[in-house]
């Protein structure tokens, strides 16, 4: 049986499904596909910049554990350490650290500003799928789905560019004998754990924005300008 309607309740709330739920998130995307396209792009640069950090540290690591006297002599050209446990080596490290974190917060803020304004910009359609029935629940999933899709999509190809363009850089400055001393299995871990770290701050930037939407009442939605 139905609850009794208050003055800005609902009689019948609708479970939809998850299926629906998707639709209506991807439909979203292609509507706003510009400003999709924007946050989208802060995060490839975001996730291409954390993994160039990461796959130059791997390669620079293991040119300095092939104990090639050659490549040991370019990399003393170009101002690096070749001893891994010196003070210059540690600070490189912690300085890379930092960079990459400050990279992962500027992803989050921008994926999070973004959800905040796709929010302010559907109160009326918020507030319409509200009167008519919609789970609290059902309006938390469009939006956390919505910054899925536009995380995912910025994390692999950003994962890609960061990855292609740090290798070609790479052979570019040591020489093509740089590719036999690419650790393989070092970058294709790199290149999982970016692309779980941006996924989750894709999901991490739409909680709040998503929490904002469901707990809108549906005649402040409907009234909003």
Aim: hydrophobic share 50%; proline share 3%; net charge negative.
């Amino acid at each position: 049986m139905a609850e009794p309607q208050g003055s800005t309740g609902i009689g019948t709330q609708v479970n939809l499904p998850l299926s629906k739920a998707i639709e209506i998130s991807f439909n979203s995307v292609k509507i706003r596909f510009g400003r999709s396209l924007i946050t989208v792009s802060g995060i490839v640069l975001s996730i291409a910049f954390l993994m160039s950090i990461w796959v130059n540290t791997d390669v620079i690591n293991s040119i300095k554990m092939a104990g090639d006297p050659k490549l040991d002599l370019i990399l003393q050209q170009k101002g690096i350490d070749t001893d891994p446990g010196s003070v210059a080596s540690m600070q490189e490290a912690s300085k890379n650290t930092w960079l990459v974190v400050l990279s992962l917060l500027v992803c989050l803020v921008g994926i999070t500003n973004a959800m905040l304004m796709s929010v302010t910009e559907r109160f009326r359609e918020i507030g319409t799928m509200k009167c008519m029935g919609a789970l609290d629940g059902f309006i938390v999933k469009l939006f956390l789905l919505e910054s899925s899709f536009m995380g995912t999509a910025g994390t692999i190809l950003g994962t890609l560019t960061g990855l292609l363009l740090t290798i070609l850089l790479t052979m570019a400055s040591f020489g093509m004998a740089t590719f036999d001393h690419l650790p393989w299995t070092s970058i294709v871990e790199s290149s999982v754990l970016a692309i779980v770290i941006g996924s989750l701050l894709s999901l991490l930037g739409g909680i709040m924005p998503a929490y904002r939407a469901a707990k809108m009442e549906p005649v402040d939605a409907m009234a909003a300008e």
